[in-house]
């Protein structure tokens, strides 16, 4: 049931975690996930959820600054 936002979630991540501070980062899986699946007061909830069922072991070092400031 979460997979269609995780899904979301990972390309937003993979396509911008090289360019974007993790505010920024955020702010557009926030509007990523209220475009794609209208999801509003929940996408903190959701990223959470998200986060918790990542091993960032095999991040580079930027990738993992970033998540892990998510």
Not at 23 to 41: F, N, P
Not at 59 to 65: E, G, H, P, Q, S
Request: hydrophobic share 40%; charged share 35%; net charge negative.
């Amino acid at each position: 049931m979460m997979d269609k936002y995780f899904e979301t979630l990972w390309f937003i991540f993979r396509l911008h975690y090289r360019k974007l501070e993790p505010q920024a980062l955020k702010e557009r899986m926030y509007l990523a996930l209220d475009t794609k699946h209208d999801v509003g007061d929940e996408a903190d909830y959701i990223i959470n959820i998200w986060k918790e069922g990542i091993d960032d072991e095999n991040f580079n070092i930027r990738a993992k600054r970033i998540f892990n400031n998510l």
